[in-house]
């Protein structure tokens, strides 16, 4: 079967949600380089618009 053997104690789950950051959320915000604004990193800056320095304005390379 799938299923764990014991179910997890309120302690032992409320631990473990402790630590959780938020997953895919938390650990890939950064700051914009350019305006200062949070973004997510490896995209382009929503604030702004740039990306590594370059204004990005999604008509593709100029
Ligand atoms: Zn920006």
């Given at each position: 079967m799938a299923n764990p053997k014991r179910k997890i104690s309120k302690s032992k789950r409320d631990h473990r949600r402790a630590h959780w950051m938020?997953?895919?959320?938390?650990?890939?915000?950064?700051?914009?380089?350019?305006?200062g604004e949070s973004?997510?990193?490896?995209?382009?800056?929503?604030?702004?618009?740039?990306?590594?320095g370059d204004k990005v304005d999604g008509m593709g390379n100029a």
């Amino acid at each position: 079967m799938a299923n764990p053997k014991r179910k997890i104690s309120k302690s032992k789950r409320d631990h473990r949600r402790a630590h959780w950051m938020g997953g895919l959320n938390a650990s890939n915000l950064a700051e914009c380089p350019n305006c200062g604004e949070s973004m997510m990193s490896h995209h382009v800056c929503p604030s702004c618009g740039y990306y590594k320095g370059d204004k990005v304005d999604g008509m593709g390379n100029a």
